[in-house]
C-alpha cells in the first residue's frame, strides 16, 4: 500500500505550524490587487489585502487554481510513489475543485482521491485534518476518501461579518439579501448550506449580539460534536476572538478551540472583523 500525500488549497485557513506539524501540502489561489498578483499564503499578508482596499476603494478579485498549477503538484508526489488525498474550497464557491478533478484525469484513477467539502476556510481545514489523522492511523487512500465523504454532510460553518458589501460585491450574496442587512444595520451571520453561502440570521445592534447568536447556534449540537478541534476563525477580530473564545471555553474544553486567521482569498469575499466557529457534528 503507497504512502498517502495529504494536499488541500490555501483557503483551508490552518495555522502554518499545523499545516507544518501535519505535513500538508498546500496549493495557493491567487489574489488580485488590481494588476497586481499574489499566491495566497505566500506573497502578500492580510494587512496589506484591507490596506489597498482603503486606498483604492476598490475590493480584490480572487481566483482558482488552475490544472495546470495541480498537475505540477500532482505530478511531484506520483512519482515519489504516494497516493494522493485532495479536498478544498467546496465546488460551488470555486473553481478550484473542478481544476484538482481535470488534473487528476492525467493520472491513474486510483492514484488520486479528490473529495469536495462544500464548504470554506477551516471547514475544510478541518476535513483536511481528519484526512491527516486517518493518514498517521495506515488507512488506505480509499478508507480516507470514504470516510471524508461521509464527513461532508456533518461540518457546520458560520460566521457573522461587519458588512455584506464583499460578499455582494464578490457575488456571493445575493440582491435581496443584501438590502434586508443593510437596511436594518445588522451583523449578518453567513451559513454553508449545502455548499452555498445563505443568510442565515441578521441580529441588529451591536456586534456581540450576533457573537451571541454564533454561540447559541454551537450549544444546539451539544454534546453532539466532534471532540477533535473546534474551529474560530477571522479576519483580524482579535476582540470578538477572545469573546468567542471565552463563551466557548465554558462549554467545551479549551484545549480542543483552535483559533485560525482567514487567509486573504476567504477575507476578500468576507471583509474585515468577520469571524466563524466551525466543527464537525457527530
Known amino acids: ?22 505535513d500538508i501540502e498546500v496549493v495557493p489561489l491567487m489574489v488580485l ?29 480572487t481566483s482558482a487554481v488552475s490544472p495546470g498549477a495541480f498537475s505540477v503538484v500532482f505530478k511531484k508526489y506520483i512519482d515519489e510513489g504516494y497516493d494522493l488525498f485532495f479536498t478544498g474550497i467546496g465546488s460551488a464557491l470555486s473553481g478550484t475543485f473542478q481544476a484538482a478533478r481535470l488534473a487528476a484525469c492525467d493520472f491513474p484513477e486510483e492514484r488520486i482521491r479528490c ?17 491527516c489523522k486517518l493518514r498517521d ?11 471524508i465523504e461521509a464527513l461532508v454532510p456533518k ?7 461587519d458588512t ?29 448550506t449545502k455548499g452555498r453561502l445563505d443568510v442565515y440570521k441578521t441580529p441588529k445592534g451591536k456586534k456581540v449580539k450576533a457573537l451571541n447568536e454564533l454561540v447559541d447556534d454551537f450549544k ?18 482579535p476582540e470578538d476572538l477572545e469573546y468567542l473564545t ?14 485560525t486567521r482567514a487567509g486573504c482569498v476567504i477575507s476578500s469575499h468576507c471583509g474585515p472583523n468577520t469571524i466563524g466557529i466551525l466543527f464537525i457534528a457527530q
Not at 33 to 47: A, N, P, S, V, W
Open 115 to 131: 473529495v469536495d467539502s462544500m464548504n470554506l476556510s477551516s471547514a475544510s481545514g478541518l476535513l483536511t485534518m481528519k484526512a
Open 246 to 259: 471565552k463563551e466557548l471555553s465554558k462549554l467545551v474544553d479549551p484545549k480542543i478551540i483552535m483559533p
Open 1 to 22: 500500500m503507497n504512502k498517502v500525500k495529504i494536499i488541500t488549497d490555501s483557503t483551508c485557513d490552518l495555522n502554518p505550524e499545523t499545516i507544518k506539524a501535519l
Open 220 to 237: 444546539k449540537f451539544l454534546p453532539n460534536i466532534d471532540m477533535d478541534h473546534v474551529m474560530i476563525t477571522h479576519s483580524i477580530a
Open 33 to 61: 490587487l488590481g494588476e497586481k498578483e499574489y499566491r495566497d499564503g505566500l506573497d502578500i499578508k492580510l494587512e496589506q489585502l484591507y490596506e489597498y482596499v482603503t486606498k483604492t476603494k476598490q475590493l480584490p478579485r
Open 164 to 192: 455584506l458589501d464583499y460578499l455582494y460585491k464578490g457575488g456571493r450574496c445575493n440582491g435581496a439579501s443584501y438590502f434586508i442587512g443593510t437596511f436594518l444595520r445588522a451583523h449578518p451571520i453567513i451559513k454553508v
Open 137 to 147: 492511523q495506515g488507512k488506505s487512500l480509499k478508507q480516507i476518501g470514504d470516510a
Open 155 to 161: 461540518v457546520y460553518c458560520s460566521f457573522a461579518v
